[in-house]
């Protein structure tokens, strides 16, 4: 009789337990990196579609049963896994997911590495424009750049240069490409940047690169970036330049005398 109702009791036992594994319940926690707690933090049932993300303080609630595996993702993290045991509450802690950088390439977008690129882009450097002589800093990369002619208009000190991409795009309305300076188009005259305060331009000339543009971007688009601040030690950089001008010939003989000169013009008119 007493072997009966052990094994009565150890059935209702084992049926509860069966019973519990298989009930789902709201399990909750927090989710954080190092900095703390971390907002819109995808958390889903693994194998199904119940999903969740975490609010503003990084927490969550989602409804699983014991056994399940709670997957929590983000872009720029490490995926995590968490098995549901038997508390209800499942913390987690992410980690960012560190990759060098490969050489990256300025976009009307934003930036890509250089072989992901399928449009045509051409980038210049600070290096080059440093060794240039000219004050405009696009004026410096005439014949530099494949596929953009870049010519004065006229001989106007200080006045910018002409610039086409692959030739003239219209006839009666503008050809003149966009300028972004630092993300932010830029109608001013590409005069005021001074060429030591450039990093790299690049030039895109392409339909897919300057499509956020538009309109404004149909004649080709070239992106300034400047110098910024950098961590490290003061330096400080001077530059001047000397120039001397001089006569290949030289000077004439001129009349200094008014009484010279008059004499000079009646002889002229005798001898007419």
């Not at 004050?135 to 750049?145: D, M, P, R, Y």
């Not at 339909?207 to 961590?231: E, H, P, Q, W």
Request: no cysteine; glycine share 10%.
């Amino acid at each position: 009789m007493k072997q009966k109702i052990k094994g009565f009791l150890l059935l209702i036992v084992v049926l509860s337990s069966q019973l519990f594994f298989a009930q789902q319940r709201v399990i909750s926690g927090t989710v954080s990196d190092v900095s703390g707690p971390v907002p819109g933090i995808n958390v889903i049932v693994k194998g199904t579609k119940n999903g969740v993300q975490t609010d503003f303080d990084g927490k969550y609630s989602i409804k699983a049963k014991t056994g399940d595996v709670l997957l929590f993702s983000y872009v720029g993290m490490q995926d995590v896994t968490i098995t549901v045991g038997t508390s209800s509450v499942v913390n987690a802690k992410m980690k960012e997911i560190g990759k060098e950088l490969d050489e990256v390439v300025v976009v009307a977008y934003g930036t890509q590495k250089k072989q992901e690129i399928t449009g045509a882009v051409a980038k210049v450097d600070s290096k080059m424009l440093e060794n240039s002589q000219s004050s405009n800093a696009v004026q410096s990369l005439t014949g530099k750049v494949a596929g953009v002619q870049i010519s004065a208009n006229s001989g106007q000190p200080g006045e910018a240069p002409q610039v086409r991409f692959r030739g003239i795009g219209s006839i009666s309305s503008s050809n003149a490409p966009l300028y972004v300076i630092d993300g932010v188009p830029y109608n001013g005259d590409i005069n005021s940047i001074a060429t030591q305060d450039i990093e790299s331009i690049s030039f895109l000339k392409d339909a897919s690169s300057n499509a956020l543009y538009g309109s404004r971007g149909a004649n080709g688009v070239i992106i300034v970036t400047t110098k910024k601040g950098k961590k490290g030690q003061l330096k400080v950089t001077y530059e001047t330049k000397i120039g001397v001008n001089s006569r290949a010939v030289p000077e004439y003989d001129i009349i200094t005398d008014p009484g010279d000169y008059y004499k000079a013009v009646y002889n002229r008119i005798k001898m007419v």
